[in-house]
């Protein structure tokens, strides 16, 4: 038997623990800080999957990453998948994101890309994903969040 320890921010496992429900599973990685000098694939490939490959990458604004990550999270899913009571748990959802996007730096960011990865995701996405490379203070911060069944 192999045990492991989910060292991620407390704001992370509790999110995904709130998000827990019917054929639906959320998974969040915050990696950082790293130093900004390597490109995006290799902080990927250095940090989260040495199979990492970015596909695509496009410049967004903070209010457009807090506006997608909140929208993602909230996902109410249907009949067959969601998250379990979210109307119960949206206060807390909200609280525990913002959190999130002060440990990453968001609201200090001078420059933010949104990035696909072609290969080597670290988890597997059905309903939504996200993916923000954020740079502030000369550092880089990356988000990443996916929900799967």
Request: aromatic letters at 8%; hydrophobic letters at 40%; proline letters at 5%.
């Amino acid at each position: 038997m192999r045990v492991t320890a989910d060292n991620r921010a407390p704001e992370i496992q509790r999110l995904e623990h709130l998000l827990e429900g019917m054929n639906y599973s959320v998974w969040i990685g915050a990696y950082g800080p790293f130093d900004s000098g390597r490109s995006l694939e290799e902080q990927l490939r250095h940090s989260v999957s040495n199979r990492s490959v970015v596909g695509r990458e496009t410049p967004v604004s903070g209010s457009d990453v807090r506006s997608e990550v909140l929208e993602q999270l909230l996902h109410p899913g249907d009949g067959g998948y969601g998250p379990i009571d979210l109307p119960a748990k949206r206060s807390e959802i909200i609280r525990l994101a913002e959190e999130l996007l002060s440990l990453v730096r968001l609201d200090q960011a001078n420059a933010i890309n949104a990035f696909w990865l072609a290969e080597g995701h670290p988890a597997y996405s059905v309903w939504w994903d996200f993916a923000f490379d954020i740079h502030a203070d000369g550092q880089r911060w990356i988000l990443m969040g996916s929900a799967s069944d």
